[in-house]
Structure formats: C-alpha cells, structure tokens
C-alpha cells in the first residue's frame, strides 16, 4: 500500500483529537475493547505500548508491533479511519508502512527527525515531542509533520515534572508552522482551555474512563468552541 503523501497531511491537518494508547492506562478494562470504542471518535491513535512513569526507554518493538497490527486491521473496514502512528520505533514503522501505518512520533531520546526520514520516506508522517517555545522553533528546520508540546499539567505517565499551562500552548500553536497537539493531563475540563489551539493528545481520559465514547465527544466539543 502506498502512502498518498497528500492525503495524509490533509488528513493530519483536520486531526483535532489524538489518542495515545498506552493500554496500561486501561487498568483492569480491557484495553482493545476501549481502542474500539475509540476508534471512531479520534483523529489519530498514537501506539505506545509503555510502562507508566518517568522511564525514558523506547516502547518494546514486539508489544508495538503487535498493537499496531491489531489497530491496522480494526480500521481497516473503517470508512473514515484514524491516522495510525507507533511512538518511538522506527524499525517498526518502517515494517508497518505497506500495511496502512501512517508515520511515526520521535522524543528527544528517540532517532533524529532527518535520519528517520530517510529510513521512512517522505510520503510517512513524522511527529516531534517539544517541551519549550525553543524546541517548537528549532523544530521549524526539521523534516517533521507534527509537534507534541507539553506536558501541560502535571502527569505521572511523563518523566517532566510540572505544566507549561495553555497560554504556553497558545504561543507555541501561533508560532509553528505546523499542527501543535498540546499533551499531558488534559481531561475534558481543560480541553477547553485549548480551544484556541484547537487540538489535543490524550491517554488517561479516555483510556481510565468507563464512558469513553462520550468523553471523547466531549473532548471534541471543548476543543473546537
């Protein structure tokens, strides 16, 4: 399958939700069958098979395979399916790239944006983890898709401690030239104080919710009023 460069980039540009699953966030809820009840309601599911905390290791690459796989072939039959994208593995996102995966989301431990673009191509999706108005600019020159910026209030599943706050997020949408996904405890209360940016990544909110079709319906709806 080839990647439509075009298409996909229209398709990141309209994203406004963006899920990261990290099925440990699920706690004793079954993790796919609330990647299910997602699915139809996020723009974009980051995989991120990793242990909750500050541990800066890469997500495992047989675990992220697997998920990946599983979430490829669930929307597949999908009319208007989610972007799909692996955290951290390269390696994987270039094995998953025939199979519909659309790119791939870098940290600042992770490979260098230009060397995985070359690995990639430049039809896939690459997204850059930023932490400070200096890291959205200095990512102005590197081949990258997306930014993640945050953490925007304190979360135990990031190793960066304490929040930027949305004015941040703010500054950092308006200065960027490409989509800002403001990340890092957001719940529905403070989807709305990202409404200027328009976007959000989120976990825990969704995946710890009993309820997580309607919550990400109402993370939709605070986010673009």
């Known amino acids: 399958m080839l990647l439509d460069s075009a298409a996909l980039r229209q398709r990141l540009d309209a994203a406004r939700l963006l899920l990261i699953f990290t099925p440990e966030l699920c706690g004793e809820r079954d993790a796919f069958d609330q990647l299910l009840a997602l699915l139809p309601r996020v723009d974009v599911v980051q995989v991120r098979p990793k242990p909750l905390g ?73 997204g850059l983890s930023t932490h400070s108005l200096k890291d959205v600019l200095r990512a102005e ?6 930014l993640g910026f945050g953490p925007m209030y304190d979360t135990t599943t990031k190793a960066l401690s304490g929040g930027l706050g949305p004015e941040h997020a703010w500054v950092a949408a308006a200065t960027s030239t490409r989509p800002v996904f403001p990340i890092g405890g957001i719940d529905v209360l403070r989807a709305s104080e990202l409404s200027q940016v328009g976007r959000a990544a989120v976990g825990s909110a969704l995946l710890s919710s009993d309820d997580p079709r309607s919550v990400a319906e109402e993370l939709h709806w605070a986010l673009t009023q």
């Open 141 to 146: 020159d590197q081949p990258v898709d997306y």
């Open 54 to 126: 500050p541990s800066r290791a890469p997500a495992p690459a047989r675990e992220c395979l697997n998920w990946s796989r599983r979430i490829l072939e669930a929307t597949a039959t999908m009319d208007d399916p989610p972007l799909v994208l692996v955290d951290d593995r390269v390696d994987v996102a270039q094995l998953l790239l025939d199979e519909g995966l659309a790119g791939v989301h870098l940290g600042a431990d992770d490979m260098d944006p230009t060397k995985a673009r070359e690995v990639l191509g430049s039809a896939a999706l690459i």
